[in-house]
Protein backbone atom coordinates (compact mmCIF):
# COMPACT_ATOMS: atom_id res chain seq x y z
CA UNK A 1 0.00 0.00 0.00
CA UNK A 2 1.44 3.41 -0.75
CA UNK A 3 2.36 5.94 1.47
CA UNK A 4 -0.40 8.51 2.34
CA UNK A 5 0.44 11.84 4.63
CA UNK A 6 -2.20 13.71 6.15
CA UNK A 7 -0.54 16.70 7.09
CA UNK A 8 -3.04 19.12 9.85
CA UNK A 9 -2.00 22.53 9.17
CA UNK A 10 -2.73 24.32 12.38
CA UNK A 11 -1.17 27.73 13.60
CA UNK A 12 -2.29 30.41 16.06
CA UNK A 13 -2.93 32.76 13.28
CA UNK A 14 -3.48 32.10 9.79
CA UNK A 15 -0.86 31.55 7.22
CA UNK A 16 -0.03 34.45 4.95
CA UNK A 17 1.14 34.26 1.44
CA UNK A 18 1.59 36.62 -1.82
CA UNK A 19 -0.27 35.30 -4.67
CA UNK A 20 0.42 35.70 -8.30
CA UNK A 21 -3.28 34.53 -9.87
CA UNK A 22 -3.23 33.44 -13.83
CA UNK A 23 -6.75 33.62 -14.45
CA UNK A 24 -6.25 31.78 -17.76
CA UNK A 25 -3.50 29.80 -17.99
CA UNK A 26 -3.03 26.77 -20.09
CA UNK A 27 -0.26 25.17 -18.67
CA UNK A 28 1.01 24.27 -15.07
CA UNK A 29 5.07 24.83 -16.31
CA UNK A 30 4.09 28.35 -18.17
CA UNK A 31 1.79 29.79 -15.35
CA UNK A 32 4.10 28.86 -12.42
CA UNK A 33 6.86 30.53 -14.05
CA UNK A 34 4.60 33.73 -15.19
CA UNK A 35 3.62 33.37 -11.14
CA UNK A 36 7.10 33.17 -9.91
CA UNK A 37 8.06 35.82 -12.15
CA UNK A 38 6.25 37.89 -10.42
CA UNK A 39 7.04 37.00 -7.41
CA UNK A 40 10.44 37.01 -7.93
CA UNK A 41 10.66 40.77 -8.49
CA UNK A 42 8.44 41.49 -4.97
CA UNK A 43 11.13 39.35 -3.71
CA UNK A 44 13.43 41.43 -5.04
CA UNK A 45 12.59 44.64 -4.06
CA UNK A 46 9.47 45.74 -6.41
CA UNK A 47 7.43 46.76 -3.38
CA UNK A 48 6.59 50.14 -1.94
CA UNK A 49 9.15 49.76 0.69
CA UNK A 50 12.28 48.20 -1.90
CA UNK A 51 12.73 45.72 1.09
CA UNK A 52 14.34 42.57 -0.17
CA UNK A 53 13.36 38.92 1.00
CA UNK A 54 14.84 36.06 1.53
CA UNK A 55 13.31 32.64 -0.58
CA UNK A 56 10.97 30.09 1.50
CA UNK A 57 9.90 26.88 0.84
CA UNK A 58 7.59 25.73 -0.55
CA UNK A 59 6.88 27.70 -3.87
CA UNK A 60 2.63 26.58 -4.24
CA UNK A 61 0.89 26.67 -7.33
CA UNK A 62 -2.60 25.96 -6.93
CA UNK A 63 -5.05 24.34 -9.48
CA UNK A 64 -8.58 25.34 -10.28
CA UNK A 65 -9.14 23.34 -13.00
CA UNK A 66 -11.97 24.81 -15.60
CA UNK A 67 -15.24 22.73 -15.96
CA UNK A 68 -17.10 24.30 -18.30
CA UNK A 69 -14.94 22.59 -21.18
CA UNK A 70 -12.87 25.09 -21.71
CA UNK A 71 -8.88 23.90 -21.70
CA UNK A 72 -8.18 27.06 -19.57
CA UNK A 73 -7.45 26.93 -15.44
CA UNK A 74 -6.77 29.15 -12.86
CA UNK A 75 -3.38 28.97 -11.83
CA UNK A 76 -2.37 30.74 -8.17
CA UNK A 77 1.43 30.85 -7.59
CA UNK A 78 1.95 31.56 -4.08
CA UNK A 79 5.27 32.58 -1.68
CA UNK A 80 5.03 32.15 1.86
CA UNK A 81 6.10 35.04 3.58
CA UNK A 82 8.24 35.05 6.43
CA UNK A 83 7.75 34.54 9.80
CA UNK A 84 8.41 38.19 10.71
CA UNK A 85 4.89 39.41 8.82
CA UNK A 86 2.91 36.54 10.91
CA UNK A 87 1.86 39.98 13.02
CA UNK A 88 2.07 42.80 10.59
CA UNK A 89 1.27 43.35 7.11
CA UNK A 90 4.11 42.88 4.40
CA UNK A 91 5.09 45.96 2.38
CA UNK A 92 2.57 46.74 -0.49
CA UNK A 93 3.72 45.50 -4.51
CA UNK A 94 4.22 47.63 -6.92
CA UNK A 95 0.58 47.49 -8.98
CA UNK A 96 1.79 46.23 -11.86
CA UNK A 97 2.84 43.02 -10.70
CA UNK A 98 -0.82 42.56 -9.79
CA UNK A 99 -0.33 40.58 -6.20
CA UNK A 100 -2.26 39.58 -3.54
CA UNK A 101 -2.09 38.76 0.12
CA UNK A 102 -3.68 35.46 0.79
CA UNK A 103 -4.10 33.98 3.78
CA UNK A 104 -4.94 30.37 5.10
CA UNK A 105 -6.77 28.79 8.02
CA UNK A 106 -5.90 26.14 9.31
CA UNK A 107 -7.22 22.90 7.65
CA UNK A 108 -6.12 19.48 7.08
CA UNK A 109 -4.12 18.44 3.73
CA UNK A 110 -3.55 15.01 2.21
CA UNK A 111 0.06 14.87 0.88
CA UNK A 112 1.78 12.80 -1.78
CA UNK A 113 5.55 13.24 -2.46
CA UNK A 114 6.97 12.88 -6.20
CA UNK A 115 10.36 12.84 -7.12
CA UNK A 116 12.21 15.13 -9.90
CA UNK A 117 10.25 18.27 -11.95
CA UNK A 118 6.98 19.07 -11.69
CA UNK A 119 5.93 19.68 -15.27
CA UNK A 120 2.73 19.46 -17.49
CA UNK A 121 3.61 15.83 -18.11
CA UNK A 122 3.33 14.73 -15.04
CA UNK A 123 0.75 17.04 -12.05
CA UNK A 124 -2.73 16.14 -12.95
CA UNK A 125 -1.22 12.15 -13.32
CA UNK A 126 -0.06 12.91 -9.38
CA UNK A 127 -2.88 14.53 -8.56
CA UNK A 128 -5.12 11.10 -9.43
CA UNK A 129 -2.67 8.84 -7.69
CA UNK A 130 -3.16 10.86 -4.46
CA UNK A 131 -7.21 10.86 -4.88
CA UNK A 132 -7.20 7.41 -5.95
CA UNK A 133 -5.43 6.89 -2.48
CA UNK A 134 -7.88 9.23 -0.82
CA UNK A 135 -10.94 7.78 -2.29
CA UNK A 136 -9.65 4.54 -0.48
CA UNK A 137 -9.35 5.77 2.20
CA UNK A 138 -12.13 8.49 2.11
CA UNK A 139 -15.88 6.77 1.27
CA UNK A 140 -17.19 9.99 1.54
CA UNK A 141 -14.56 11.41 -0.69
CA UNK A 142 -15.69 9.00 -3.45
CA UNK A 143 -19.11 11.13 -4.18
CA UNK A 144 -17.41 14.20 -3.89
CA UNK A 145 -14.65 13.06 -6.59
CA UNK A 146 -17.92 11.33 -8.76
CA UNK A 147 -19.81 14.11 -8.74
CA UNK A 148 -16.73 16.40 -9.72
CA UNK A 149 -16.64 18.48 -6.76
CA UNK A 150 -13.62 17.86 -5.92
CA UNK A 151 -11.19 19.03 -7.87
CA UNK A 152 -8.56 21.53 -6.96
CA UNK A 153 -5.02 20.89 -5.66
CA UNK A 154 -1.33 22.48 -5.20
CA UNK A 155 1.94 21.74 -6.00
CA UNK A 156 4.86 22.35 -3.65
CA UNK A 157 8.23 22.81 -4.76
CA UNK A 158 11.03 22.68 -2.41
CA UNK A 159 14.08 23.14 -4.44
CA UNK A 160 14.74 26.09 -7.25
CA UNK A 161 15.18 25.17 -11.12
CA UNK A 162 19.00 24.63 -11.04
CA UNK A 163 18.71 21.77 -8.25
CA UNK A 164 18.56 18.65 -10.38
CA UNK A 165 18.77 15.82 -8.37
CA UNK A 166 17.02 14.65 -5.32
CA UNK A 167 14.00 17.02 -5.80
CA UNK A 168 11.29 17.24 -3.56
CA UNK A 169 7.71 18.26 -4.70
CA UNK A 170 3.91 17.40 -3.25
CA UNK A 171 0.89 17.08 -4.23
CA UNK A 172 -1.74 18.90 -1.63
CA UNK A 173 -5.43 18.25 -1.37
CA UNK A 174 -7.37 20.22 1.04
CA UNK A 175 -9.53 17.20 2.65
CA UNK A 176 -11.17 19.17 5.51
CA UNK A 177 -15.01 17.90 6.56
CA UNK A 178 -13.90 14.55 5.26
CA UNK A 179 -13.20 11.81 8.44
CA UNK A 180 -9.32 10.60 8.15
CA UNK A 181 -7.29 9.24 11.21
CA UNK A 182 -5.01 12.02 12.56
CA UNK A 183 -6.79 14.72 10.89
CA UNK A 184 -9.77 16.24 12.85
CA UNK A 185 -10.36 19.47 11.45
Excluded at 23 to 35: A, C, I, Q
Excluded at 41 to 46: E, F
Excluded at 126 to 153: C, F, G, H, I, W
Amino acid sequence: MEKLLLLVVTMAATISYLSAALVHGTSFLNSTRDGFHRLYQYLHGANLNSTHFSMTKPVLTSISPSHHGSSSSLYTVRYYLPSEYKYKSPPQPSAELNLQLDKWKSQCIAVRKFPGYANDDNVEKEKDALVSSLTKRLPALMQAVENNLYYNYSIAQYNASKHRTGRINEVWMDVSGFTAEGCLV
